[in-house]
């Protein structure tokens, strides 16, 4: 659903060519059980009218309402659509290579008109809502008629399907005061016809068979699950992976709509660690309910190859929302959203890539963040500072590979409001203002 320019859609192509097939580096599973709705609660297809209407005569829809909000998403009522948007919201359009993030609902709505410009016959159907109290995690797959012209001016229309998610993020008020949007956009891309890399045996993605809302209460035992598998992820111990998937696991290469069995998602696994090395992990959000734990986190590390050019020791970065179910213990499905775009930019191949970032007065949560920490660590005893230096170390690096100042400055300001109840027992002199 997102439109590639023509100057970063050329630079891209004329840049990578025929790549070889990168090896998935996080994946996507779809879970089968569907727990049957009301037929009201599920969005309807429909067809994207000719003109995008921005009329809001409306009622605005029910708090929270998913329904109706990706019924005028998908017919262009885009007022409509993001009327719970507060005016200063920031908005994540992840690995978006030319407008990773937008500020407001005015911003967000001219950024949906733009890009639906190129996208006739469009229709959503939503697969799962998991629910907490101040957040929705919405996993989707949207289907358009995508329209692209390559370098060479040819025009190109081919029909598309894609996996998404959107998070949203809630006030006191309902007010959706914070978005995050994942799509792979190189896979549209692809899908089109106008970039190289289609994963070979490409299966389409499936639309869901029924929408699957998830409430209840938060179980502690299903994050442990999901920590313990990111940290054997992140320390190269694959196998041990293997006792926390269940036999009947099963999961989607986030490229391609093949249903994956355990064996084929610990391959996948295995590839990841040959295009990252010495991954550090960042976790901005995450949300727990019932069998389901939803994580917003950024990946960062060296380049080893497999995304087209040489390893030169180059650091890329994967922002992905991963959303893992867990029963008895183990892993029974999981689902992971990423754009490809967000390191091939890195690398480079979109165009020159921006500066490095730092904790500077374009970041002042980030500022605010390391001297209360720095303060805080010279309090500590030396064996617990060492360990905890360790992990600000790997999260500045992280930081580096971050080139959306105000995302960057977002994750700081949820870092320190996550943060600081804890420290306060730790270190209580240190101030945070």
């Excluded at 650091?315 to 775009?341: E, H, M, P």
């Excluded at 309090?379 to 060492?386: D, L, T, V």
Aim: with cysteine.
């Amino acid at each position: 659903m997102r439109i590639i320019s023509i100057f970063v859609l050329s630079v891209l192509v004329a840049a990578c060519g025929k790549p070889s097939e990168a090896p998935d580096v996080q994946m996507v599973a779809q879970d089968t059980s569907k727990t049957p709705t009301p037929a009201d609660v599920a969005p309807e297809n429909a067809t994207l009218a000719s003109d995008v209407s921005t009329d809001i005569s409306e009622p605005p829809p029910e708090p929270r309402a998913i329904a109706p909000m990706f019924e005028s998403w998908s017919q262009g009522r885009l007022e409509q659509a993001f009327a719970a948007v507060t005016d200063d919201a920031d908005w994540h359009v992840v690995g978006h290579p030319e407008t990773p993030h937008l500020k407001g609902r005015a911003a967000l709505v001219a950024f949906e008109k733009a890009r639906h410009a190129s996208h006739t016959s469009l229709s959503m159907k939503v697969k799962r809502i998991m629910a907490t109290a101040e957040a929705q995690v919405i996993e989707y797959v949207w289907t358009a008629m995508v329209e692209v012209r390559g370098p060479d001016g040819t025009e190109t229309r081919r029909e598309v399907t894609v996996p998404a998610a959107l998070v949203l993020i809630y006030d006191s008020a309902d007010k959706i005061i914070e978005g995050w949007s994942f799509q792979n956009d190189a896979i549209v891309l692809q899908q089109v016809g106008v970039m190289a890399g289609l994963p070979e045996g490409f299966v389409p993605f499936p639309e869901p068979e029924g929408l699957e809302v998830v409430n209840g209460d938060t179980n502690p035992t299903v994050a442990e699950t999901w920590k313990t598998v990111v940290e054997r992820l992140d320390t190269n111990r694959i196998s041990d992976i293997k006792d926390l998937l269940a036999d009947d696991f099963r999961g989607m290469g986030h490229r391609s709509g093949a249903s994956l069995e355990k064996a084929a998602m610990m391959a996948l696994f295995e590839g990841r660690l040959k295009t990252i090395g010495e991954p550090a992990r960042t976790t901005v959000r995450d949300f727990a309910v019932g069998e389901y734990h939803a994580s917003i986190s950024t990946t960062a590390g060296t380049y080893l190859g497999g995304l087209g050019p040489e390893p030169k020791g180059q650091r890329i970065a994967l922002t992905t929302l991963d959303v893992v179910r867990v029963v008895n213990g183990k892993l029974a499905s999981f689902s992971t959203y990423q754009n490809d775009l967000e390191p091939l930019a890195t690398l480079g191949l979109l165009g020159t890539p921006a500066p490095e970032p730092r904790a500077d007065d374009n970041a002042p949560h980030c500022d605010r963040f390391m001297r209360a920490m720095k303060l805080c660590l010279e309090s500590m005893p030396e064996a617990a500072r060492k360990p905890q230096q360790d992990t600000l170390e790997r999260l500045v690096e992280s930081w580096k590979t971050m080139t959306d100042k105000a995302a960057l400055d977002g994750s700081c300001k949820t870092l320190i409001d996550n943060s600081r109840p804890g420290l306060a027992k730790v270190c209580p002199d240190v101030k945070w203002d």
